[in-house]
């Protein structure tokens, strides 16, 4: 599944994922179709599914739907009472974070619309194929995530992991009704499965053919610029959107890229 699948959700969400053993048990646990290790945890490779069984393939709905509640429980376990309003107020999510409960419904929902049904889609039509197994294994991956410290982006760095498990088959300049239906580092355009702009291609902010990876719109006025590489820390900046480099912000006071303060580390 491709970065490029969190399009259109208008999410931003990410977290460092580390790899950790599973435990093994000696009463049946923590194998495919028995009940999860009590550590919550299943033989490497499986996925503890929220029902509390291990399974080893997860079907694109149940895929959503695990991601989704993967993604709020970190939020809840990692994020303080004011980082998760933090976080709300600046996606206009304040209804939707403020339980786990919500906030799973929603990302259910929006991973459904996004994500399962498109890719269902596209899979029908043969623009698509999913990978079942690889799909629990990231999953289950995901589920061992520390707190990093970046709770504004969990979902979609839990998804990048997740990228060798589904792929989209149109190749450039072939037809797309939906992202996902574009191979890797393809955008869908206006029907079309293009190559992102380049730098120094012309560009306006907000325009679907994006500018490639590490890559931002200089256009400050809206009225049209140029593709350009992401400013480093310490650069100068003017606030356009996506102009310092990820991790980075562009500080109101001094006009520099600055590094974004650490939120959702566990220390409540």
């Known amino acids: 599944m491709k970065k490029t699948l969190l ?9 460092g994922l580390l790899m950790l053993g599973c435990g093994n048990s000696d009463d049946g ?29 997860v079907t694109l709905t149940e895929f959503a739907s695990e991601a989704a509640s993967l993604n ?26 403020k339980d786990e409960a919500s906030c799973t419904s929603f990302f259910k929902s929006a991973m459904e619309a996004g994500y399962s049904t498109p890719a269902q889609n596209a899979i029908d039509a043969g623009r698509g194929e999913f990978f079942p197994d690889k799909a629990a294994a990231c999953l289950a991956v995901g589920a061992q995530a520390e707190c990093s410290g970046n709770g504004a ?33 393809l955008i869908c355009v206006n029907s079309k499965c293009l190559t992102p702009k380049a730098a120094g291609d012309d ?10 990876e590490g890559m931002f719109c200089n256009d400050p006025e809206g009225t049209g610029g ?35 303060q650490p939120m959702c580390t566990g220390g409540h």
Request: proline share 2%; net charge negative; with cysteine.
């Open 29 to 57: 646990k923590g194998k495919a179709g028995e009940p999860c290790n009590d550590d919550g945890t299943c033989d490497t490779g499986l996925l503890c599914m929220t029902t509390g069984v291990c399974q080893g393939e």
């Open 226 to 260: 140029q593709c350009e590489t992401r400013k480093p820390q310490d650069a100068d900046c003017s606030g356009i959107r996506l102009e310092c480099d990820s991790g980075l912000k562009c500080d109101s006071e001094t006009s520099k890229c600055v590094q974004v």
């Open 153 to 185: 982006d969990a979902l979609k760095s839990l998804l990048k992991t997740c990228d060798d498990s589904y792929n989209g088959l149109q190749g450039n300049d072939e037809e797309c009704s939906s992202q996902v239906e574009c191979s890797a580092g």
């Open 203 to 212: 560009c306006i902010d907000g325009d679907p053919h994006l500018c490639g």
């Open 72 to 97: 709020c429980h970190w939020l809840f376990t990692c994020c303080s009472q004011d980082e998760l309003g933090q976080i709300a107020d600046s996606m206009g999510l304040s209804d939707q974070l």
């Open 7 to 15: 399009v259109g959700l208008a999410i931003s969400f990410c977290v």
